[in-house]
Nanobody, 116 residues
Framework: QVQLVESGGGLVQAGGSLRLSCAASGRIFSINVMGWYRQAPGKQRELVATITRGSSTDYADSVKGRFTISRDNAKNTVYLQMNSLKPEDTAVYYC??????????WGQGTQVTVSS
């Protein structure tokens, strides 16, 4: 069994910052890609950012230059530093872990609310 524990969400004013963390534990042998997705009310879940084991990154255009994804392979943990937050960043943020073998895993989600 694999568990993903997310933390760091909350309420922040526009222009503020938050840092999300997601730690994977349990029967997981080797993680290939880690990432963050988000889902706003009434919208589909969308990719925010991903990072490979070798630290190659990919970002949604809407967050480029404001968000930074990073990971600690020794701790099986992925981070998302979010700066210059906007009201349109309000969503539930989900951690995703993609092992080299087997299915993806998802976190339970953490709410990020940005007030104007």
């Amino acid at each position: 069994q694999v568990q993903l524990v997310e933390s760091g969400g909350g309420l922040v004013q526009a222009g503020g910052s938050l840092r999300l963390s997601c730690a994977a534990s349990g029967r997981i042998f080797s993680i290939n890609v880690m990432g963050w997705y988000r889902q706003a009310p009434g919208k589909q879940r969308e990719l925010v950012a991903t990072i490979t084991r070798g630290s190659s990154t990919d970002y949604a255009d809407s967050v480029k230059g404001r968000f930074t994804i990073s990971r600690d392979n020794a701790k099986n943990t992925v981070y998302l530093q979010m700066n210059s937050l906007k009201p349109e960043d309000t969503a539930v943020y989900y951690c995703n872990v993609r092992p080299h073998i087997g299915p993806d895993y998802w976190g339970q989600g953490t709410q990020v609310t940005v007030s104007s």
